[in-house]
């Protein structure tokens, strides 16, 4: 017993430990930026609007599709703190550090047992999509503190009957709506879950509150009939929802769902040791904890039907609910002395989790991410006030407050949908059209467009002496 209990102290202190030195210096994703820019834009002006995505549907004048509570709460954080990116981060890691407990008690609701709740923080903080999303400045951390809460609340009301709790089960679900649409699919699986109890009255009455969140989505910002015209234009022309597939199509998108759960190492990994931990003990899951497996399995059907793609970060959504399932699960088999297949699944899982956690977030991809920061900053001091720039997207942090920025996912995306050829002829000659005064290439947009001259049109390479991961183009007026 001692042994255990030590050992269950281990994997959590590693997990931890892990979780926290990777915060020191961690490079900044492309959602940092993306997404801040919003923020920044709602903190400074009162309303969101995207120089990087100007030409979008007038997005350079104001956005109206944006995760509305997650920018506020950004914005919040820029208005007290500056535009800095450690702040931004520093947001998820809040929710995570709040979705602990959480955890915690959803797993002792089930099991009189303490021992084995650090081992399912350990599984949680050792996952790669937690380590990672906690500390991006994107909204699934959010959802899943907001799911989690509101589905204690609801197993609490299936338990008492107490209607203010269904009320404000609901409610918290509209926040994750609010927070970012896919919230909708803790709503869908908590629907579902009271009409499979046949709470046919209380479904209807939960989906109902929890609409706010969709009707906040869709009023905060609007205040005329232009402005929602302007809306639908922009979410129906988002990518997410251009390129997504409906209809019959969308029926059959449960049968391609494994490929999010076996799409690389840290998925794999995480879905055998599922199945290794639940199956064999399904008799008991399904007996002592079957409304958390009918309330997992639902929302897990609702994230293959809703979310776009088979994004593999939508796992998080599911994660918590599907982690104290193998906790449960583990912790019946040792007590009728299975213990080693159960054992070598956490152990393979928790083992691979750090090993890929440590590839991805220390070495020479951090050190790389820092010095392309360090070149953008030099970049940003030698450009001219008020210049027009076309740029990697990193550029924003050091350069929004004195650069006007347009980032060059839109124009990959353009290449994508048809609209701009992936040559260097192209992309000049779609600067220009936006009236581009400078084009920052790093080494992955070089090879996309295929920039190997020092000449294209009117722009000319401008070497700087400082800068090594970047060309930067300036367009030289021509002579008449």
């Known amino acids: 017993m001692f042994l255990k209990r030590n050992c269950v102290t281990l994997c959590f202190l590693i997990s931890a430990a892990l979780f926290i030195s990777s915060l020191w210096g961690r490079p900044i994703h492309i959602d940092d930026v993306w997404l801040a820019e919003y923020s920044y834009w709602l903190s400074k002006l009162g309303y969101v609007k995207s120089e990087a995505m100007r030409g979008f549907f007038t997005a350079e004048k104001q956005l109206f599709v944006y995760h509305k509570l997650f920018q506020i709460q ?68 959010h959802l899943v503190f907001w799911g989690l809460l509101s589905y204690l609340l609801l197993d609490s009301y299936f338990e008492s009957r107490k209607k203010w709790l269904l009320l404000t089960s609901a409610f918290i679900s509209g926040i994750g709506i609010a927070t970012h649409l896919n919230g909708v699919v803790f709503t869908g699986a908590s629907v579902l879950l009271l009409w499979l109890y046949r709470r046919w009255w209380a479904g209807l009455v939960f989906g109902t509150v929890a609409t706010w969140g969709l ?135 928790l083992v691979v989790s750090w090993g890929y956690d440590i590839s991805k977030f220390w070495g020479a991809y951090k050190t790389h991410s820092h010095k392309e920061m360090q070149e953008l900053e030099v970049i940003t001091e030698i450009l001219p006030e008020k210049a027009n720039v076309l740029s990697h997207h990193m550029l924003i942090f050091p350069g929004i407050e004195k650069l006007r920025i347009q980032s060059l996912v839109t124009y990959r995306d353009k290449v994508e949908n048809g609209l701009l050829q992936a040559t260097p002829e192209s992309l000049f000659n779609e600067a220009n059209k936006f009236d581009i005064d400078y084009v920052v290439l790093n080494k992955g947009n070089q090879d996309f467009f295929n920039t190997i001259q020092n000449t294209y049109g009117s722009f000319r390479f401008m070497p700087i002496p400082q800068v090594e991961n970047f060309r930067v183009y300036q367009r030289v007026p021509t002579k008449n």
Not at 124 to 136: I, R
């Open 74 to 141: 950004g914005a919040w954080l820029i208005t007290w703190f500056g535009f800095k990116p450690y702040v931004l981060k520093s947001l998820s890691l809040i929710y995570v550090l709040g979705t602990l407990p959480l955890l915690g008690l959803l797993y002792r609701r089930g099991s009189s047992n303490k021992k084995y709740i650090f081992l399912l923080f350990a599984l949680f903080l050792a996952f790669f999509h937690t380590m990672n999303l906690g500390f991006v400045f994107r909204p699934e951390t």
């Open 215 to 349: 009707l906040f989505f869709f009023t905060f910002d609007v205040r005329s009939w232009a402005d929602l015209h302007q809306l639908y234009l922009q979410l129906t022309n988002w990518r997410d929802v251009s390129s997504g597939k409906y209809g019959w199509e969308s029926v059959f998108r449960i049968f391609s769902e494994t490929s999010r759960y076996f799409h690389s190492p840290p998925e794999i990994v995480y879905s055998i040791m599922l199945l290794l931990l639940i199956f064999p003990a399904r008799k008991h899951v399904i007996q002592f904890h079957k409304r958390t497996l009918y309330y997992t399995g639902l929302l897990s059907l609702c994230v293959a039907q809703v979310t776009h793609g088979h994004n593999t970060n939508y796992l998080m959504y599911a994660l918590p609910f599907m982690l104290v399932l193998a906790t449960w699960s583990f912790e019946e088999r040792l007590s009728v002395n299975h213990w080693k297949t159960p054992v070598a699944a956490i152990g393979v899982f």
